[in-house]
């Protein structure tokens, strides 16, 4: 059973950088994109964007010239980078698995907060 | 940007009876070439969520099968035939068919 587990720091100060790391385990992580989405406290879901095993990737325009994703394939893993942040970027970020069609596989979620 | 809009945000049932939610896209039907890219999934604190229809209809794994999915178009429905006390969670649909892949704002289902 293939399980997905975020792990980063749950604080970052604003104009730093917020990094996270997914750990895939269970699977290979060629049988999937790779996603990562976030949820602000009490709103709904913002999908970030995108890593294929090969690094190809895919970002939300609204984020694109904050975000860069990769993938590390001799250790399962992938990992979200988002450049200067606000308060506006405190939310719960999921990393998740899909095919084509659907996202099948979940991380419980992270919090991160970004304050001084 | 498809946008995705879900209603009611809220809506309480009592056990045994039907929950219905709305999805409604505003752009374009959310189909190509021969399914539609709308799938809804289940949210639960502290779980990871749980994908419940993909292609509008077609149930995931282990999805019991009081949870169905119907529509078309630009028009799309979760169904609960018969609610139990597990299935108070936020529901929400999400459209593959471009991206940013984008969500519905979520539905609170409670007893």
């Known amino acids: 059973q293939v399980q997905l587990q975020e792990s980063g720091p749950g604080l970052v100060k604003p104009s730093e950088t917020l990094s996270l790391i997914c750990n895939v385990s269970?699977?290979?992580?060629?049988?999937?994109?790779w996603s990562w989405l976030r949820q602000p406290p009490g709103k709904g879901l913002e999908w970030i964007g995108y890593?294929?095993?090969?690094?190809?990737?895919n970002y939300n325009p609204s984020l694109k010239s904050r975000v860069t994703l990769s993938v590390d394939t001799s250790r399962n893993q992938f990992s979200l980078s988002l450049r200067s942040v606000t308060a506006a970027d405190t939310a719960v970020y999921f990393c998740?698995?899909?095919?084509?069609?659907?996202?099948?596989?979940w991380g419980r979620g992270a919090l991160v907060a970004v304050s001084s | 940007d498809i946008v995705l809009t879900q209603s009611p945000d809220s809506l309480a049932v009592s056990l045994g009876e039907r929950a219905t939610i709305s999805c409604k896209s505003n752009q374009t039907a959310l189909y190509s070439p021969d399914k539609y890219y709308l799938a809804w999934y289940q949210q639960k604190p502290g779980q990871p969520l749980k994908l419940l229809i993909y292609?509008?209809?077609t149930r995931g794994s282990g999805v019991p099968d009081r949870f169905s999915g119907s529509g078309s178009g630009t028009d799309f429905t979760l169904t609960i035939s018969s609610l139990q006390a597990e299935d108070v969670a936020i529901y929400f649909c999400q459209q593959f068919l471009s991206t940013p892949w984008t969500f519905g704002q979520g539905t609170r289902v409670e007893i």
């Open positions: 998740a698995g899909s095919n084509r069609f659907y996202f099948d596989l």
């Open positions: 269970g699977g290979s992580i060629t049988n999937h994109y």
């Open positions: 292609w509008a209809s």
């Open positions: 890593v294929y095993f090969t690094g190809g990737t």
